[in-house]
């Protein structure tokens, strides 16, 4: 296997006006060293970003996507800290590898989490090692923790979080205060995320992270005996997911058994409590999928191809399942049977039929994440 990804490796300030010089330390996000150097300059992160760019309100966008030049510039002056230093800090330049060209057409960026904001609040998008935290001389954030592949810190085997454990409330350092003086500290009840003990990974869900980061380092992936681009094997691996989710949502005896055949008991699959993107799933959520998906794509072609031969599994069927279909899956689906067209009876009366109790509990679960309130076990 290659090397595993492992990110920008930080820098120093030259000529800073800070009284305080702030060094970006490896692979730490750009966010993560925005509050961290206010904190050291003993002010809010707001009082700070206010400074550098006054009447730019930064908390309530994604900072960590990029900045303009203009704005970068204006943050070089004060931090001493080149412009390069800060791009390749920022998550634009591994969502482009991972999406194969430009994101501007992407509202939430593919397998960038997502941060939902409201003004200075936040859905989620961030997450952490408790006990990365708890060894850093000074706590920081991670890049690589707002990919959504990343769900385990393989360094000390354990599950990452993306809420409070005490509270509930999302990840938002950027709440922080002066008084807290460090970046471990939870914004809204001042919980120190340190103290906490994770959860023990799952290894099938970290396989998938690390094949995911290899892919990223090599920029080449495999499927099979077939070498991928970054592009390629992350849209193959988002494909895989989307069909177990169809799978476990309609409870279709053909898919059914097209994911036993592969090793994945179907009534094991996770449903999303809320039914979002993949970017906006907690963590939990992300790493099931992740471990179902992880046994699907190491069978390889050979082994899906037989079983959904055996299932039997059509190719219309396959196309309808989850659009675009991975260029690799071609070969596999012209040696399907096509499948007979069935038309659908228009429907003449209005619908009026109550909503399923599956339907209701998704629009709840999305109510309570709106609002800020722990999801539903």
């Known amino acids: ?21 702030v060094r970006l330390l490896p692979d730490e996000l750009f966010s993560s060293w925005l509050v961290r150097a206010s904190l050291v300059q003993g002010c809010d992160p707001l009082i700070l970003t206010n400074a550098v760019w006054p009447r730019w309100r930064v908390w309530a966008r994604d900072p960590d996507r990029g900045l303009s030049p203009t704005r970068l510039q204006a943050l070089t002056e004060v931090s001493g800290i080149d412009e390069a230093v800060f791009e390749a800090a920022s998550l634009l330049p591994t969502a482009q590898t991972v999406t194969g ?16 904001s409201r003004n200075r609040r ?31 810190c393989r360094k000390h085997g ?12 999302p990840l938002e350092p950027h709440r922080l205060v002066a008084e807290d003086s ?4 939870c914004a809204t009840c001042k919980f120190d995320l340190r103290r906490f003990a994770s959860s023990r990974t799952d290894a099938s869900a970290e396989a998938f992270q690390v094949a995911a980061s290899e892919t990223l380092a090599m920029l080449e992936g495999r499927y099979g005996e077939e070498c ?3 592009s390629e094997w992350f849209g193959l691996a988002r494909w895989f997911v989307g069909l177990l989710r169809v799978a476990a949502l309609r409870r279709s005896a ?22 979002l993107a993949l970017e906006l799933l907690p963590v939990r959520e992300r790493a099931d999928l992740f471990a179902a998906a992880w046994r699907l794509m190491i069978a390889g072609p050979d082994e899906l191809l037989a079983a959904a031969l055996a299932a039997p599994v059509t190719a ?48 709840w679960a999305r109510l309570r994440r709106k609002a800020g309130m722990p999801l539903p076990c």
């Open 1 to 21: 296997m290659g090397a595993p990804y492992t990110g920008h490796p930080g820098s120093d300030g030259v000529n800073q006006r800070w009284a305080i010089p």
């Open 101 to 116: 060209g430009s994101v501007a057409e992407f509202a939430i960026w593919p397998w960038v989490l997502a941060i939902g």
């Open 122 to 152: 936040r859905h989620g998008g961030l997450q952490c090692c408790s006990a990365c935290l708890a060894n850093d001389v000074v706590p920081y954030y991670r890049r690589q923790w707002r990919f959504a592949w990343h769900t385990s």
């Open 158 to 169: 354990v599950m990452l979080i993306d809420r409070c454990p005490e509270c509930g409330a």
């Open 182 to 185: 460090h970046l471990a500290i």
């Open 228 to 230: 991928l681009d970054p």
């Open 254 to 275: 053909m898919l059914a058994t097209l994911v036993r055949a592969l090793g994945v008991p179907p009534e094991t699959l996770p449903v999303p409590i809320t039914g």
């Open 316 to 363: 219309k069927s396959v196309r309808q399942l989850r659009k675009p279909l991975p260029a690799c899956l071609d070969e596999i689906v012209c040696n399907l049977p096509e499948g007979a067209s069935r038309r659908r009876a228009k429907c003449q009366t209005p619908f009026t039929r109550p909503r399923s109790r599956r339907a209701v509990m998704r629009m």
